[in-house]
């Protein structure tokens, strides 16, 4: 069964900083490429991070860094410098030979 699970959400300050983890399972995670993408109130859904099965990676967002280890299965999203338009619900995403798997999101709250 394929599973992955986000984590490291919450309400932060402007400003302040984040590590979001996404913990999988149930599929090749190494040959799979993952992205990171987020959804705020009214708007569309939005990829901000991309990260191949060997690292290479693509930031959309400059103070967010992508990052994977293959070893525990788990991609990550470092957020610096937050800002309340950064406020979303985060989702990683799984993409392997055609196939797309999604995590149920983790709500970020970037306020004062």
């Known amino acids: 069964q394929v599973q992955l699970m986000e984590s490291g959400g919450g309400l932060v300050q402007p400003g302040g900083s984040l590590r979001l983890s996404c913990a999988t399972s149930?599929?090749?995670?190494?040959?799979?490429?993952m992205r990171w993408l987020r959804q705020a109130p009214g708007k569309p859904r939005e990829l901000i991070a991309d990260?191949?099965?060997?690292g290479g990676s693509t930031n959309y967002e400059d103070r967010f860094t992508i990052s994977r280890d293959n070893v525990v299965n788990t991609v990550y999203l470092q957020m610096n410098s937050l800002k309340p338009e950064d406020t979303a619900v985060y989702y990683c995403q799984a993409i392997l030979n055609g196939n797309t798997y999604w995590g149920q999101g983790t709500q970020v709250t970037v306020s004062t």
């Open positions: 990260i191949s099965p060997t």
């Open positions: 149930g599929f090749t995670f190494s040959m799979s490429s």
